[in-house]
Nanobody
């Protein structure tokens, strides 16, 4: 089993910043990639940012230049630094990891999500 736990959500005013973190634990041989998704009320889940083990990153157009994803491979932890937050960024943010387990199988793991609310 692989577990992902997100931290750092909360209420922030427009223009403010938050930093999300997600720690992976369990029967992990290696993490190939990690990502953040979000789902706003009444909308589909969407990719926010992703990062590979080699450090390659990609971002949704809506957050490019405002959000930064980073990975601490030694800690199996991914971060999402969110700056210049807008009300449209309000959503539940989910962590995702592509994992090779200790039994050499692949697994797509998800966290339970953390709520980010941007409001004055």
């Amino acid at each position: 089993q692989v577990h992902l736990v997100e931290f750092g959500g909360g209420l922030v005013e427009p223009g403010g910043s938050l930093r999300l973190s997600c720690a992976a634990s369990g029967r992990i041989f290696s993490i190939e990639a990690m990502a953040w998704y979000r789902q706003a009320p009444g909308k589909q889940r969407e990719l926010v940012a992703g990062i590979t083990r080699s450090g390659s990153t990609n971002y949704a157009d809506s957050v490019n230049g405002r959000f930064t994803i980073s990975l601490d491979s030694a800690k199996n932890t991914v971060y999402l630094q969110m700056n210049s937050l807008k009300p449209d960024d309000t959503a539940v943010y989910y962590c995702n990891a592509g994992v090779i387990t200790t039994t050499m199988s692949t697994m797509d793991a998800w966290g339970k999500g953390t709520l980010v609310t941007v409001a004055s």
